[in-house]
């Protein structure tokens, strides 16, 4: 195959947990793999070769594109112009990268994202530019009002409520410079996600690159729908939402023109309709479920969707609840919390990402339940763990 070109299959820019738990998977099909991140001793670094330099680096970009069969995405932070510049200078095509890198470059502003689903007829909260003294914004959108960082935010970290024209003033030293924006506020019942994958028909040509052909809207096929429930602004429980987005979110994915897999937030309003609220392309916290679900994973389909090979189908799969573990202070071994989970629930399968720095309020790994009360059982496991990591390990002890 392209195995006497490339060194490597695929290239992750990024290397934190998303692309070990999708290298795992890669690794298991005999698929090589390298990451490219700033951090010393990443999760990815650890199980696969790894390139240190920061993610907007040109030049260590290049060295990804020129090794490696197909390049993509643990976060969609990397600057879509460096990767552009990289491309073009090696002569490479912009489909190496999956998703495509105008969708990348869409959704890394998430005010040209709210203009496609617009422009696509998509349902998705109105959103502009907040310009000058704040005015345009307060008079086309209104209040509530959400105020979003248009680039770089994560986990709740570029986004405040407006309720009111005061607190639109006191975020002031926010927006004042630009870089946001201002969007309508969505009455949510509760918040949803739905792991869509597009790709191309294999009959075609499996090895093609994505095309750009204006007809051609590929295969399309979506995980069951999760309810998400977010805590600090950090997704903190996953589970079957009982209701079925996958249209609403296979027409955010259709109107970013993006292949490969995709985590689509939505919003459900009380009358059940569904409405997007953002797009992360790439595999996505809602769908770490689907490593124990007894379905193929959302890393193993990852995997196939970047080389261009067709997505496993689904069998029938269990409910699954999927809780994250966050970081804290003076915690002992993580391994301790492990034991005391397993004593009470040996069924709990838990999946920890080794990262060398696990500051507090960061994502340190995750568990699931499977088969019965899941969401409970899920909790449960979570709270004893918590409970037997916050021992200090033996040589702490004074
Ligand atoms: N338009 C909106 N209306 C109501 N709540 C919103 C809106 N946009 C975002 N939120 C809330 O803020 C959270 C974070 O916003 P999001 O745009 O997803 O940013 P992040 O990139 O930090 O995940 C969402 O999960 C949701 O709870
Ligand atoms: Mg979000």
Known sequence: MHRVAYTFDIGFLGGGQLARMSIQAAQRMGVRC????????????????????????VEALKQIFMNC?????????????????????????????????DCLETIQ???????????????????????????????????????????????????????????????????TDGG?????????????????????????????????????YGMVG????????????????????????????????????????????????????FVINEVAPRPHNSGHFSLDWGGPSQFDQHIRLTLNLPPAPFQIAAPTCMANIIGRAGVGDFRRGIAAVLASDAGIRFHWYSKADARPGRKVGHLNAVGEDVVERAKKARERFYEAWAVPDAEDIE
């Open 109 to 175: 502003d998430k005010l040209h994202q709210r203009e496609a689903y617009a422009k696509a007829g998509a349902p998705s909260p109105k959103a502009v530019a907040i310009e000058d003294d704040g005015a345009n914004a307060v008079a086309r959108i209104g209040f509530p009002m959400m105020v979003k960082k248009r680039f770089g935010g994560y986990d709740g970290k570029g986004t405040r409520l407006a309720r009111n024209a005061d607190d639109f003033e006191d975020l002031r030293g926010l927006w």
């Open 69 to 101: 069969y197909r390049v993509t995405l643990e976060n969609e932070f990397v600057p879509a112009r460096a990767v552009r510049e990289a491309l073009e200078e090696l002569g490479r095509d912009p489909s190496t990268l999956i998703p495509g890198l």
């Open 222 to 273: 979506c995980y069951p729908t999760m309810e998400t429930v977010q805590k600090d602004h950090v997704c903190d429980l996953v589970f079957p939402a009982g209701a079925d987005a996958s249209e609403v979110a296979v027409q955010a994915v259709l109107a970013l023109d993006g292949f490969g897999l995709f985590g689509v937030e939505l919003f459900e309003k009380a009358d059940g309709s």
């Open 180 to 216: 946001w924006l201002a969007e309508e506020f969505v009455e949510f019942k509760r918040e949803v996600a739905v792991m869509v994958m597009r790709w191309i028909e294999p009959a075609i040509d499996p090895l093609s690159p994505p095309g750009k052909d204006t007809q051609f």
């Open 34 to 57: 390298i990451s490219l991140d700033p951090g010393e001793d990443t999760p990815a670094s650890q199980i696969a070769p790894a390139i240190r330099a920061p993610l907007g680096d």
